[in-house]
């Protein structure tokens, strides 16, 4: 099981990380599109690949981009709102979807 624990705005692209190249500071920035797209691409591949996805959404606005579920839809995962979650509020979600996924 993979747990990503998102505020639902992508900000820095995979490539940026495995590029060295597109790390230049003249290199050009992603839209926030193409991060999305990038995201919801990796979320479909985990879907696939058969894993499972546990995504802890601690975005904490008055109106909600719902990002972060999205990314759980897509990866027909879990996912879990948790705002201002602490540690172990976190630690707790992530042990019972565990024992949810290993029961199933």
Do not use: C, H, W
């Not at 991060?35 to 479909?44: R, V, W």
């Not at 839809?73 to 709102?81: C, L, M, N, T």
């Amino acid at each position: 099981m993979i747990v990503a624990i998102t505020d639902g705005r992508a900000n820095i692209s995979l490539k940026r990380s495995t590029d060295p190249d597109s790390s230049a500071t003249d290199a050009p920035k992603p839209s926030t599109q193409d991060l999305k797209d990038e995201i919801l691409e990796i979320a479909g591949k985990i879907y696939k690949a058969g894993m499972s996805l546990l995504v802890i959404d601690t975005e904490n606005k008055f109106v909600s981009t719902g990002f972060a579920k999205e990314i759980a839809r897509v990866a027909q995962g879990k996912y879990y709102y948790l705002p201002n979650a602490s540690d172990a509020v976190i630690s707790s979600a992530t042990k019972e979807a565990l024992a949810a996924f290993k029961s199933s």
